[in-house]
């Protein structure tokens, strides 16, 4: 059965741009989704023509060169592209990037950077984990050392979104390694003419294989004193879990979209695919399937835009947007397989979009802070 895929938090301007992002992604992004997986990332022409047509940091305010939006108008773009599994343009790191400067930098910061970012002319990414911390962010090791004029850094970055491609890196690292949190704070790096600053390889993944990913190293890095982000230091720590019910949301929105975009190909393909002389979405076993992974998407649609709601009136939580993402995305791992097993061999080629969804959704269960991190952030308000 088709599902209507309409969202609560939706009105006629947002579905006016919902069009608008479509025809982008279409004719700008789809054709070139083949060509940039194999090279490992999309390049810097497809975020400048984001940024051109006003796709980037939407909610923004325009007083920084933003669209002046809300997390609505990031929501739609995450969506349809993850619909069809195009993700190599991490657009919401970028995002999380801006509002890390909106919420938390000084006024010169914001107009220094914020504009160049809604332009695309500066793609943005956050290192924080490194080879030994994964999500354990008190214990790690890049340190910031004070000198005359600002600090020099030392240490090393993995698993970084937007690494190859980026210009500008927030980079967390320890200010006083004698007070835990407290001494951590983060510093603005930017990638142009930084002597010790360097970029690794492209990593090898399972699957987001657009999505440059890349690890970054910095040998005695100086970093200006104004380019510690807020202009004061052990903030680091706290300025990371403010943003985390807006980064975790993201990542609970962009799995119920894989999901719908998993259902639609899947229902196409069972109408048309013949086995034993009938289409094979005439089999019970079908139907039971299909029926099953309908309800989990209109289910986790009414919760997702609950949340949705709360972020928008200023209400959601950590716990809950933990739940966002936990519920997420191991529901898009369950639904995925599922999808991919009515498709069978096919299913497996990279070739089928529903081959690349299943590589593609295992990461969501693992970034933005494990999904053993989810469930112990919500046992503790239980």
Request: charged share 25%.
């Amino acid at each position: 059965m088709p599902l209507s895929f309409t969202r609560s938090w939706t009105d006629p301007d947002l579905d006016q741009y919902r069009d608008t992002v479509v025809r982008f992604i279409e004719t700008e992004m789809q054709p070139g989704d083949e060509a940039a997986r194999q090279r490992g990332h999309v390049g810097h022409g497809i975020w400048r023509k984001a940024g051109e047509m006003g796709l980037l940091c939407t909610d923004i305010p325009e007083q920084w060169g933003g669209v002046g939006g809300d997390f609505r108008h990031e929501a739609v773009f995450y969506e349809e592209m993850s619909r069809r599994s195009l993700t190599g343009m991490n657009a919401s790191v970028h995002t999380i990037v801006a509002h890390y400067l909106l919420n938390h930098g000084t006024e010169a910061q914001k107009k220094r950077y914020l504009p160049r970012m809604a332009r695309g002319e500066c793609v943005g990414a956050i290192a924080m984990t490194e080879p030994g911390t994964g999500s354990d962010l008190q214990g790690i090791r890049t340190r910031a050392d004070r000198v005359d004029g600002g600090y020099v850094l030392n240490g090393s970055k993995t698993f970084i979104s937007n690494g190859y491609l980026a210009g500008l890196v927030l980079v967390v690292a320890k200010t006083d390694t004698s007070q835990g949190a407290r001494g951590t704070s983060i510093f603005i790096v930017e990638r142009q003419d930084c002597a010790g600053y360097r970029v690794g390889r492209l990593l090898d993944k399972i699957g987001l294989k657009a999505q440059d990913t890349s690890e970054l190293f910095f040998d005695d890095v100086r970093v200006p004193a104004e380019q510690l982000l807020g202009g004061q230091e052990g903030q680091g720590f706290f300025q990371l879990m403010g943003d985390l019910p807006y980064e975790r949301l993201i990542i609970g929105v962009t799995a119920l979209a894989a999901m719908e975009g998993a259902y639609e190909a899947t229902l196409a393909y069972v109408r048309e695919r013949k086995a034993f002389g009938q289409p094979i979405g005439d089999f019970q076993n079908t139907k039971f399937q299909l029926a099953s992974i309908a309800t989990e998407i209109q289910v986790g649609r009414a919760f997702i835009d609950r949340c949705v709601e709360s972020l928008l009136s200023g209400k959601l939580d950590t716990p809950t947007a933990s739940m966002a993402k936990l519920w997420g995305s191991e529901a898009q791992g369950r639904v995925v397989d599922a999808c991919l097993q009515l498709f069978g061999g096919y299913g497996y080629m990279n070739e089928y979009l529903i081959g690349r969804m299943y590589t593609d959704a295992r990461i969501q269960r693992i970034y933005g802070g494990t999904n053993e991190i989810m469930k112990e952030v919500i046992s503790r308000a239980l």
